[in-house]
């Protein structure tokens, strides 16, 4: 956008000519002395740049109002991460799954089921390839976390479970995962051992994980877990004025304070 900016000059002090006292008698007390010359206009040329949107300098253009926050219940766009580790003989990936909360008649929430890490293996077929359609997967647990972050360099742990505890086919699927240190000191062996009854599978997998590695999965479980625990959303609900008595409504979660029987 191209903008003219016409202004009127006055004489220009080093080409005024000089008076004598005989050419003074031309100009009336009240007449000014530029009366009689034709101004010169000149212009300014100004260009926007191209680095600002007009809008910004529109004064028709209202300000963007404000973000809405998000009505009750609204749910945020779902979002997937993992981490993965990828060896010659087989690749472990780490996705967290999140907790599920139940509806009190209150109107409040409370947690239902903690939410955990799904641990998948697959076999190696071919260098850098992978049997994803073989895969076997483990959940750990947060307490099963807090195992393998205290785990030392040379010691080991162990975990046994069974999904189908407490159904009809209980003891037909048996999953044990060994978590058990090098013989070199470098790191720990990850073996998961997966005996199906139901579909006829018994499934080795085996991957070595180094310190570095170790450290990284440790470091993803601590970040993790008060997440996994439901205490950000805990966190996200805290008000101002819950601090005057509003949990005394359930004497069984905390309403009974230490501090408040002295």
């Known amino acids: ?19 004598s006292p005989q050419n003074r008698s031309f100009f009336s ?8 010359v034709t101004p010169k206009p000149f212009s300014i040329t100004c ?25 009750v219940g609204a ?36 947690i239902s089921r903690e939410g955990y890490v799904l641990l998948q293996f697959a076999p190696a077929i071919a260098s850098r390839q992978y049997d994803w359609t073989r895969k076997q997967v483990f959940s750990l647990s947060v307490g099963e976390m807090g195992t393998v972050i205290s785990l030392g360099a040379r010691e080991s742990c162990e975990f046994f479970h069974d999904p189908m505890k407490g159904k009809s086919d209980e003891g037909k699927v048996r999953k044990v995962l060994k978590v058990e240190p090098l013989p070199d000191g470098s790191g720990h062996l990850f073996n998961l051992n997966v005996q199906n009854k139901i579909v006829n599978v018994d499934e080795n997998i085996y991957i070595p994980i180094s310190k570095a590695e170790l450290t990284v999965l440790s470091s993803i479980f ?17 008000k101002p004025d819950d601090s005057r008595g509003g949990n ?15």
Not at 6 to 16: E, M, R, V
Not at 29 to 35: D, I, T, V
Not at 47 to 71: E, G, V, W, Y
Not at 222 to 228: E, T
């Open 1 to 19: 956008m191209l903008q003219q900016l016409k202004l009127h000059s006055l004489p220009s002090s080093s080409s005024s000519t000089y008076l």
């Open 29 to 36: 007390p009240n007449s000014l002395p530029f009366s009689s």
């Open 47 to 71: 260009r926007h740049s191209d680095l600002f949107d007009n809008k910004t300098f529109s004064s028709t253009s209202s300000p963007p109002p404000p973000p809405s926050s998000s009505s």
């Open 75 to 110: 749910l945020p766009p779902r979002v997937y991460v993992g981490h993965s580790i990828y060896k010659g003989k087989a690749a472990l990936t780490v996705t967290p799954r999140p907790p599920e909360f139940a509806p009190l008649d209150s109107g409040a929430f409370k």
């Open 222 to 238: 601590n970040f993790i877990m008060p997440y996994l625990l439901g205490w950000h959303t805990f966190a996200n609900s805290i």
């Open 248 to 262: 005394n409504a359930n004497p069984t979660y905390g309403g009974d304070y230490e501090w408040n029987r002295m």
